[in-house]
């Protein structure tokens, strides 16, 4: 049964969900998640024997271990948004230990940070949670500031530090994007060479997505198109932002799409645009999950929707940051369970 927790929680928000009984495109065409996953879908790639371990390293740690959910912190803001602006609230996040430790009370498969912050602790947590090396980022202190996703190391020091997977940001939309598919694809290919598994934040990038007081960068199609270019530089996991939005491609007029994509494939239900980005996802074959968004007034209440829908939708997990550390690490853990508690509820499943 739903727990009273997260009846209370969500309310009217949470019959609306689930009021939705039939999703545009049906359950039965996509790959959906499960305790065999790796083995059901990986195993008939061309990922190498240790890239297969990692994976399932990562689907076998934390509170989620064999459900085939993901539920991932990920702490590269200290580059992407300013460390001041992200460790301010709670400083104690400055210490890359405590990041780890948030990862480690909070049940997560797996913590997502920096070469520096993984560097430093490597000996001591390196066995006891999967790291994931974020191999790229914003550098964020150019003056007039610029958006571009740069190298930050080689591949082979995430080998080295013990990295079960490399994270990638490619800014797809945005003038540098060319280069950045031609570097996160090389270094994918190098990862997987080297045993480790592959992120991609499948990020929009462009002041031209923003029309008429509409932000189409959390477009289901705009975001769905870029899902599948990720899948295409071989990512084993796409990270996206949750869909708010449709019809990208029409406002703007720019690229191809189908009219079915709104008519057959969507409807603006939160579920039915995030189930069109887990069908970019190579029908589910490479799993989805979402991003948990920036920290606010009522993030325990927005964690639960977000991964409500993720997981009706027939997505993998959510990789939840900034909701976690910005706040006292108790109030961190109790955020991450929450999130683990809607994967682990077996009367929220992915909707026909």
């Known amino acids: 049964m739903l727990t009273k927790e997260l009846e209370v929680l969500l309310g009217n928000k949470l019959e609306k969900l689930l009021a939705l009984k039939q999703c545009k495109v049906s359950k039965d065409q996509l790959i959906l998640p499960g305790p065999d996953f790796v083995d059901r879908v990986f195993k008939d790639s061309d990922r190498t024997i240790p890239v297969l371990q990692n994976l399932q390293t990562i689907f076998s740690t934390g509170r989620l271990a064999n459900t085939g959910y993901l539920s991932i912190l990920p702490v590269d803001q200290g580059i992407e948004h300013s460390a001041g602006a992200s460790f301010a609230p709670n400083p104690i996040y400055f210490d890359p230990a405590k990041i780890i430790e948030l990862a480690i009370e909070g049940g997560c498969n797996a913590v997502a ?12 947590y390196a066995h006891k949670i999967p790291f994931l090396c974020k191999i790229n980022h914003n550098e964020l202190l150019s003056y007039p500031t610029t ?4 190298l930050f190391g080689k591949i082979e020091e995430a080998a ?13 939309g ?18 997987h060479s080297l045993g480790m598994a592959t992120v991609l934040w499948c990020y929009l990038r462009n002041p031209a997505f923003k029309v008429g007081g509409k932000d189409y960068h959390t477009a289901a199609d705009l ?3 870029a899902n599948h270019l990720g899948c295409t530089v071989k990512a084993d996991i796409i990270k996206q932002k949750l869909p708010t939005c449709n019809g990208g491609f029409k406002d703007i007029k720019f690229s191809q799409t189908s009219e079915e994509v709104y008519t057959e494939l969507c409807s603006d239900h939160p579920v039915d645009l995030t189930r069109y980005q887990v069908l970019n996802c190579l029908s589910g074959r490479i799993p989805l999950i979402n991003s948990g968004g920036p920290s606010g007034h009522n ?22 940051g900034r909701k976690a550390f910005q706040k006292p690490m108790n109030q961190g853990v109790k955020l991450l369970h929450m999130i683990q508690d809607v994967y682990l509820n077996k009367d929220i499943k992915p909707l026909s």
């Open 113 to 124: 940070t920096t070469f520096g912050n993984l560097a430093i602790v490597a000996r001591k």
């Open 147 to 150: 958006y571009d996703q740069i």
């Open 160 to 172: 080295n530090l013990g990295a079960r997977a490399v994270g990638a940001t490619i800014y797809f």
């Open 174 to 191: 945005s003038p540098e994007s060319h280069r950045q598919i031609v570097e996160v694809a090389a270094a994918f290919e190098k990862a």
């Open 223 to 225: 975001t769905g198109q």
């Open 299 to 320: 993030d325990l209440m927005d964690a639960a929707e977000t991964a409500i829908i993720n997981k009706l939708a027939g997505g993998s997990g959510l990789i939840s």
